[in-house]
Structures are given as structure tokens and as C-alpha cells.
């Protein structure tokens, strides 16, 4: 039976709030109506499950884990490696915020024949891990821009591929989150043609700001089309660079964002230190205790 967007939207809501309500613990008191804060498992230099033990220490509330590299069956597909994941989960009261395919910028989605099963293994470990977005990276390889503009024939590849996914995602509970070097205009011309709420953008204000484009007017145009958002600012701390982070917020707000906000940000000194000091400007910004 068909599922409206309004459906899809409350039902995945639903799951983010068991996740919310399981990964209450030291620093739960300090997270406002509807945001969590986390950090990519790269980003806190440990791409394993001990990085949850990190946030937890920093006082973050989850961690976007890493599916693995090219493999015919990727790590994150091992259910003994996700028991891992799961038994910190446990222990920590983190949770795991979200799954990244950051390989498919060295194997690009668009074109490797591994790609569909992937995709198909990361949606049921995601859905295993109570994880409701998973990352599809389009970067490096992976870009879908090159200097004349939209690779046609790896986009026309991707939405067909994205389309097949669809279904599975959507039944899993699971959201896939788009990540690339595109306009907002570009990545809503990728929805309108995939037509399924399980396809949404992941959301970068640093690669949005460092590849020029208006990101508060961006936020506002994509609204519920985001799926999760990440902050960064190259190497500088969050609202010490280039990017504006207050106008970020305010769009955010603006559109009444529920979900996860994830650190991708840079390791200057010392890394606890730093995430805790991008943390929290992070919940200034927000209004956070």
C-alpha cells in the first residue's frame, strides 16, 4: 500500500524518539526538544565501535559509524561486528545516529556493480543498529560534478539506482541521506525524480559554504527534504572560520529540524577538547542548558 509523506515522516519520527529515549544518559539533560548532537566515527579518529565510548566522554549522544570499505560484504553487513556497536549502545546509552558509505567515494555508487548490494547490506544493518539515516557519500570519485557541470549519465545511473533502493529503505524505516557537491536546486531535481520520501539530503554547511552556495537559503528551500546535517569549517572551530554557523542555526530553526546534528569537524590540539569546545558553541547556538 502506498505511504503518504506525512506517514513515512511520524513513523520515522517515531523511531528516531525510541533512539532518543535509549540514548538518554549523563548529558541527556543538555539536549533540546528534538536536536541530538553526534560526531562522524573518522572525525573522532576511531572508525570502530569504541568511538561511542569517546562521545560519551565528550558528551556527545551518538556516533555516524562508518559501513567500511570495499568489500564483497561490508563490515557493517558482519552481525558479530554490529553486536559490538550494540553492546556499547548498551553500555553507554549513545546511540548510533547513522551509517556512512563513505566508500562509494573511491567506488562510486554510480558506476561499481557492487553498489545496489551495499546499499541493500548497510539498510539492514542500519535498521539492526536502530539507525534511521544512512549517508550515501558523492565525492571524489564519486562526484557528480566534474568542470562541465552534472555528469548526466552517472545521474540518470544514480536515481535509477536510488529508486530501486526505495522500497527497501522505506520498509526498513531507514532514510536515505544524499551527500554531495550539488546546489540544493540540483539535489531537489534528484527527489522530484527518485519520488520517494525514503530519498532525503544529508546536509553539509561546510561544503555547502565552501563551494559558495547561500546556505541558510539553501536550508530553507530544502526544508523536510533534510534528512540529517553535518557541521564543519575546514580546519577552524566552529564559528572561528568561513563558515556562518548563527545563520545556519536560524534556518534550521526556521524549518523546525528534528534530528541530529553531526560534528565533522577538525582536530586542532587535543581532540576531546576540541569536540567539546565545538559542542558546545554548538548548543549556545540552540539555546542549550
Given at each position: 500500500m502506498a505511504i503518504t509523506r506525512r506517514q513515512f515522516v511520524l513513523s520515522t519520527l517515531g523511531g528516531l524518539a525510541g533512539v532518543q529515549w535509549a540514548s538518554r544518559g549523563a548529558q541527556a539533560q543538555t539536549?533540546?526538544?528534538?536536536?541530538?548532537?553526534?560526531?562522524?566515527?573518522?572525525?573522532?579518529?576511531?572508525?570502530?565501535?569504541?568511538?561511542?565510548?569517546?562521545?560519551?566522554?565528550?558528551?556527545l549522544n551518538g556516533v555516524e559509524v562508518s559501513a567500511g570499505g570495499p568489500a564483497e560484504k561490508l563490515q557493517i553487513a558482519d552481525p558479530a561486528f554490529r553486536q559490538q556497536y550494540k553492546a556499547l549502545i548498551?553500555?553507554?546509552?549513545?546511540?548510533?545516529?547513522?551509517v556512512a558509505m563513505g566508500l562509494l567515494n573511491e567506488a562510486p555508487f554510480a558506476t561499481d556493480p557492487r553498489g545496489p548490494a551495499w546499499l541493500g547490506q548497510t539498510i539492514e544493518a542500519a535498521k539492526d543498529l536502530?539507525?534511521?539515516?544512512?549517508?550515501?557519500?558523492?565525492?571524489?570519485?564519486g562526484d557528480l560534478l566534474d568542470k562541465n557541470g552534472i555528469k548526466a549519465k552517472e545521474m540518470d545511473a544514480v536515481v535509477e539506482r536510488l529508486k530501486e533502493a526505495a522500497p527497501k529503505a522505506q520498509a526498513?524505516?531507514?532514510?536515505?541521506?544524499?551527500?554531495?557537491?550539488?546546489?540544493?536546486?540540483?539535489?531537489?531535481?534528484?527527489?522530484?525524480?527518485?519520488?520517494?520520501?525514503?530519498v532525503r539530503i544529508y546536509y553539509d554547511i561546510g561544503n555547502s559554504t565552501y563551494a559558495k552556495y547561500d546556505v541558510p537559503s539553501e536550508i530553507r528551500d530544502l526544508?523536510?527534504?533534510?534528512?540529517?546535517?553535518h557541521f564543519k569549517d575546514g580546519a577552524n572551530y566552529l564559528g572561528k572560520g568561513r563558515v556562518d554557523v548563527p545563520a545556519a542555526?536560524?534556518?534550521?530553526?526556521?524549518?523546525?529540524?528534528?534530528?541530529?546534528?553531526v560534528l565533522e569537524t577538525a582536530v586542532k590540539k587535543d581532540?576531546?577538547?576540541?569536540?567539546?569546545?565545538?559542542?558546545?558553541?554548538?548548543?549556545s547556538l540552540f539555546g542549550m542548558a
Open positions: 539536549t533540546p526538544p528534538g536536536i541530538r548532537l553526534g560526531a562522524c566515527d573518522w572525525s573522532l579518529q576511531a572508525a570502530e565501535p569504541a568511538a561511542l565510548e569517546i562521545a560519551k566522554r565528550i558528551g548498551q553500555k553507554t546509552g549513545i546511540a548510533v545516529s547513522s536502530n539507525a534511521k539515516v544512512i549517508l550515501l557519500a558523492f565525492f571524489g570519485k526498513a524505516g531507514v532514510i536515505l541521506g544524499v551527500e554531495n557537491t550539488l546546489t540544493g536546486k540540483d539535489n531537489l531535481g534528484i527527489l522530484e525524480r527518485v519520488k520517494s520520501d525514503a526544508k523536510d527534504r533534510i534528512c540529517q546535517i542555526v536560524n534556518a534550521i530553526q526556521d524549518i523546525q529540524y528534528k534530528g541530529w546534528i581532540r576531546d577538547e576540541d569536540f567539546k569546545t565545538n559542542a558546545q558553541y554548538v548548543r
